[in-house]
């Protein structure tokens, strides 16, 4: 018997990329409760993923606590961090154990745990600037978020490697212009809490392959 997460997870991939058509405008008005609802749920304003960390483990999680209206924390919602197409980022094919990735549909996907939240370690190539990867809870948006990635050059091996951490040293030394790119902990400058979670991603590289269609 199939458990009610894993149903949960094959509905969403069932519904196709069409599905998020509907998140033109976001983030969404809560809803009844027992649904996921915006204003009381919580993430950070940036996603930082890496490229091919081993176990799928990367330097900074993502995580996404889903409440309803009433501040309930809601178990087993499909959570999903769907990414524009052609906007500058590619998704990897290795990913952490539970944390789905839907190529062609472009998105990563994730169920809430016990205490309603959603941890990723996503594994991605690029960097948005602006905040256009929706995070969607079941079919609500709760809101848009930046992406930025360790993995900034795109190799062969979709992993942190020596490319990426020329472009990373130059943004670390010469400090202007500022590359908020690789500004992982958004402070406005390119420091050493930024060093350390390069060197982290850095060091755990393993070879994977981003993929093949779609994002």
Same mark, same amino acid.
């Not at 902990?185 to 392959?209: C, E, K, Q, R, Y």
């Given at each position: ?21 509907a998140f033109a405008q976001c983030p969404d008005p809560c809803g009844p409760p027992g649904s996921p609802c915006p204003t009381t749920s919580t993430f ?112 062969? =091996?979709?992993? %942190? &490697? #020596? /490319? @990426?951490?020329?472009? *990373?040293?130059?943004? $670390?030394?010469?400090?202007? +212009? ?8 958004? =402070?406005?400058? %390119? &420091? #050493? /809490? @930024?060093?350390?979670? *390069?060197?982290?991603? $850095?060091?755990?590289?393993? +070879? ?8």
């Amino acid at each position: 018997m199939p458990s009610l997460r894993l149903m949960l997870v094959c509905a969403v991939l069932l519904l196709g990329s069409s599905f998020f058509s509907a998140f033109a405008q976001c983030p969404d008005p809560c809803g009844p409760p027992g649904s996921p609802c915006p204003t009381t749920s919580t993430f950070p304003n940036i996603l930082i993923g890496g490229g091919s960390c081993a176990g799928g483990i990367t330097a900074v999680p993502f995580a996404v606590h889903v409440r309803d209206v009433g501040g309930a924390s809601l178990v087993n919602v499909p959570v999903m961090l769907q990414f524009p197409a052609g906007a500058g980022t590619h998704g990897n094919q290795l990913q952490a154990p539970g944390q789905v990735v839907d190529c062609p549909g472009l998105r990563l996907i994730r169920p809430t745990n016990v205490d309603g939240v959603a941890v990723f370690y996503a594994q991605f190539f690029g960097c948005l600037n602006t905040p256009d990867v929706n995070v969607i809870a079941g079919s609500v948006c709760l809101g848009r978020v930046r992406a930025r990635s360790t993995d900034s050059r795109q190799t062969p =091996n979709a992993i %942190v &490697d #020596l /490319p @990426d951490f020329t472009a *990373f040293s130059n943004a $670390f030394l010469i400090k202007v +212009p500022y590359q908020p790119c690789f500004d992982y902990n958004d =402070n406005g400058t %390119v &420091d #050493l /809490p @930024d060093l350390v979670i *390069f060197a982290h991603d $850095f060091n755990a590289s393993t +070879p994977s392959a981003y993929c093949s269609s779609g994002w």
